[in-house]
């Protein structure tokens, strides 16, 4: 079976600092990967995907996250940090083995940006 | 709707009671999940409906807990004989493809069981 590992569970930056949160999973095959985020008080919602092609992908606030294979790893990058960006991020995996789209999560990360 | 709707948000319960959790998916969605996101445990994987196809039940952690989904719509998370270790939020999420679609998730359940 899949297993996805944060490495960092609580990140503490202060505003303009980039921030690199890293990925690892553990699945040979083909796989889907994911970023999601959850703000205070909100849903999680979709930070960025990657399916196929460019392994470097960009997703919404300046997001991106890199793909490489041979480390299974798809690490999630953001050059500045905002204020607005406190909220925790969840490594997501999604692994062919028939089983259709169902998700394996790292643990989180908490991220708190402090102004 | 819009989005993915749960209810009830929050469910206080007594230890030993059963449970019934709500989920309405995003209209056209044929796929729907349950996860449960523990204190410190991330989002664990608790059942997935496809269409008419067998539900995926891998997930779920006894027999206490069961889901059905009423045609091909609403889902109902069900858990039997509550116990203190089973509060957590309950979230379920929706999507359109099963393959490569995205999952887009509701507000989630707060489950306490005292």
């Known amino acids: 079976a899949q297993s996805v590992s944060q490495h960092n569970h609580h990140v503490i930056l202060s505003e303009a600092a980039s921030l690199e949160l890293g990925c690892n999973y553990s699945?040979?095959?083909?796989?889907?990967l994911f970023w999601y985020v959850q703000y205070p008080g909100q849903h999680l919602q979709l930070l960025l995907k990657?399916?196929?092609?460019?392994?470097l992908v960009k997703g919404i606030k300046g997001f991106e996250a890199e793909f490489i294979k041979s480390k299974f790893s798809f690490n999630l990058r953001k050059p500045s940090v905002q204020w607005s960006d406190t909220a925790e991020y969840f490594c997501?995996?999604?692994?062919?083995?028939?089983?259709?789209?169902?998700?394996?999560f790292g643990t989180g990360t908490q991220l708190k940006v402090e102004l | 709707g819009a989005g993915v709707s749960q209810s009830p948000s929050n469910k206080v319960t007594e230890k030993g009671k059963d449970v019934e959790l709500r989920c309405d998916p995003i209209?056209?969605?044929?796929?729907l999940y349950w996860y449960r996101q523990s204190l410190g445990q991330g989002l664990e994987f608790l059942i997935y409906?496809?269409?008419?196809?067998?539900?995926?039940k891998s997930g779920l952690p006894s027999d206490r807990f069961s889901a059905e989904r009423t045609g091909g719509s609403v889902s109902t998370l069900t858990i039997q004989r509550t116990q203190q270790e089973d509060s957590a939020v309950y979230l379920c999420?929706?999507?359109?493809?099963?393959?490569?679609?995205?999952?887009?998730f509701g507000a989630g359940t707060r489950l306490s069981v005292l």
């Open positions: 999420a929706s999507s359109s493809d099963r393959y490569n679609g995205i999952q887009y």
């Open positions: 699945y040979g095959g083909t796989v889907n």
């Open positions: 990657y399916f196929s092609g460019d392994p």
């Open positions: 997501a995996v999604n692994a062919f083995t028939g089983g259709g789209n169902k998700l394996t």
């Open positions: 209209s056209g969605h044929t796929a």
């Open positions: 409906f496809q269409g008419n196809s067998a539900p995926d």
